[in-house]
Every structure is written in C-alpha cells, then in structure tokens.
C-alpha cells in the first residue's frame, strides 16, 4: 500500500517569484535556481517543490530536506479531495481555510498556499483576491480531523494533484572550474610553445668545432653536455645537434657559410 510522506506545511520554507507567464520546463530549473539565490541558501541536500499561479502571475516554491521525492506530499493538496467527498463544483474558486492556512483552488487545481498570521486572515486574502479580479465562490473550514482523515485515506493519495519539483545542482560549477582549469593549461602550454619556438630561432650561435667539442660564447662544451636550456646531442665536424625539449636543432659552424 502506498505511505506517502505528508510533512507539516511549517516544516517548508515557502519562497515566491513574480512571473508575468509560465517559464518553459527546459528553462525552469535555471530561472528558480537563478532567483532563488537570493532568497534562500541553496543545498542538493534539499528538493523544491513549485507551481505556478497562473491567476496571481506567481510562482510558490516549497522548500523540504526530505529526500524521497516520489512519498512527499504537501499538505495543502489533500484539500483538492473535498472536491469528490463535498461534492464541489471544479469549475469554481475555493479557499479552503485551516487553523494554519489558507489553500487557494482555482477551478479544482490546487494554486497557492497563504501561511495565517496576525495580517494574513481569511479576511484580508479574500479582499486581496477581489482586488486581483478573482471570485471566491466559496471558502471551507478545514478542521483538524478532517485533515488527519484525509491523510489516513490512502485509497485517495493517487487522486491528490503532483507538484512538479528540481533538485539543487552544482555540475554548473564543477564546469566552470573545469573550464577555468582547462583554459589555464591550454595557456600555459602557448606559452611554453611561444617560448620553446623562440629560444629556437635564437639557437647557440657556434664559434668552432676542434676535436669533437664545441665552442659556444667562448666556452668548450662536449657531447651530452647541458647549453643553457640545450643539451648537446651530437658534435660534427661542422655542425652540432642541439635537444631543446623533444625538439632537435641542427646548427653549423658560424664562418661555415661564409
């Protein structure tokens, strides 16, 4: 049998972003995430449930720590089952008023959640709702037992509306420092080619070559040995063979052109 999981509407923080129309579900992760951020700190330890009002231009994000998805029920949405057990007309708008807050449905979809303190009243949520432009048809007390009765029904949870949810991610970052990562080495390495390429075209210039060493800035060198950055590879009779990082350079005898 199926146990949901119907945590306390005080054990989510509730967040809300104005949004003139509905954010395509591609997009959707990226603009809660985005504005988000500035309301809440964001953990992948936590799953945010949301929806959108379409008649407020509202989206209702719902923050729980609880990390299986597919048994979480927000509590709000069982008031969506006295539509069936009242008989209630779906084509109508419903508050649905409890001791800890106030369900909006609108024509049978649960829409947003008021949280009741000293200003927020039933009262004053109607009012703001007329000024909105939108009819109440009628407002049902929820008690307690009703509200225990409902979440006891488990015939009925496959009835209850689903909330759409996203999952905090930081593969973003991880990117981003990758690509920082990458663009550094990708750097580094023009930059040990750029000066790889000009020690090359400023190769030891050779004084002479007599009995198989070299003279290089009025030093003798011998095969093997180490020239600044070159090591000596071969020493000919008028050319020397120079090892430059995996690079051979091959470089005569200065006067041998003359």
Wanted: glycine share 2%; charged share 25%.
């Amino acid at each position: 049998m199926f146990k949901p999981h119907i945590p306390p509407v005080g054990s989510f923080e509730i967040f809300q972003i104005s949004c003139d129309e509905k954010i395509p579900t591609k997009n959707i992760k990226k603009f809660l995430e985005t504005n988000l951020k500035s309301q809440t700190t964001m953990t992948k330890d936590c799953i945010y449930f949301y929806i959108y009002c379409e008649v407020l231009k509202i989206y209702q994000i719902y923050k729980t720590n609880k990390p299986r998805i597919s048994s979480v029920i927000f509590e709000p949405l069982l008031c969506g089952l006295l539509y069936d057990i009242q008989n209630l007309n779906r084509r109508k708008n419903y508050l649905f008023v409890t001791d800890d807050y106030i369900s909006l449905f609108v024509s049978g979809s649960f829409a947003h959640v008021y949280i009741k303190d000293a200003a927020t009243t039933t009262g004053t949520i109607k009012e703001f709702l007329t000024q909105q432009n939108i009819d109440i048809y009628d407002t049902i007390q929820v008690c307690q037992s009703d509200i225990a009765k409902l979440k006891q029904d488990h015939e009925d949870h496959k009835k209850i509306q689903k909330l759409n949810h996203i999952k905090y991610s930081q593969t973003y970052i991880v990117f981003a420092i990758l690509a920082i990562v990458l663009l550094g080495l990708y750097l580094n390495k023009n930059e040990a080619t750029a000066h790889i390429k000009q020690q090359l075209s400023t190769a030891p210039t050779i004084k002479a070559i007599v009995s198989g060493e070299v003279l290089i800035d009025d030093k003798w060198y011998k095969r093997y040995d180490d020239y600044q950055d070159y090591k000596i590879l071969q020493i000919a009779k008028t050319q020397v063979i120079f090892v430059l990082k995996d690079k051979q350079i091959i470089v005569k005898v200065a006067d041998d052109d003359r």
